[in-house]
């Protein structure tokens, strides 16, 4: 399995991004999915993630309301839509795959679940 995310770029405050994540080699219904970012000078952190089949959803409390996890079973492809951006959004936006599905719903923010990562995209956020 491979994932490639896409959809990075320079916005402003209050701006919105799609970012994408194009899955490979695999059925994207099949795995719990993740988007996790990485701040300059700082540790990997959850973003979001999708639960395998039903696809419930689970958010870090800094973006609820302002972000959605979504995915799209047809085209093999996972999203996420950030709205009301803010400076402190300004990250590396990673897409991960946990497969087999392991994670329960509790355990979807810890990222040793996650076995498979795309390379990153770059989002940025000026004031």
């Known amino acids: 399995v491979q994932l490639q995310a896409s959809g990075g770029g320079l916005v402003q405050a209050g701006g919105s991004l799609r970012l994408s994540c194009a899955v490979s080699?695999?059925?994207?219904?099949?795995?719990?999915m993740g988007w996790f970012r990485q701040a300059p000078g700082k540790e990997r952190a959850f973003v979001a993630a999708?639960?395998?089949?039903?696809?419930?959803?689970y958010y870090e409390d800094s973006v609820k309301g302002r972000f959605t996890i979504s995915r799209a079973n047809a085209k093999n492809a996972l999203y996420l839509q950030m709205n009301n951006l803010k400076p402190e959004d300004t990250a590396v936006y990673f897409c991960?795959?946990?497969?087999?599905?392991?994670?329960?719903?509790?355990?979807?923010?810890?990222?040793?679940?996650?076995?498979?990562w795309g390379q990153g995209t770059l989002v940025t956020v000026s004031s």
């Open positions: 080699g695999g059925t994207i219904g099949h795995y719990n």
């Open positions: 999708i639960r395998a089949g039903g696809g419930s959803t």
């Open positions: 991960a795959a946990d497969r087999p599905p392991v994670a329960i719903y509790s355990e979807l923010p810890n990222a040793r679940h996650y076995d498979v």
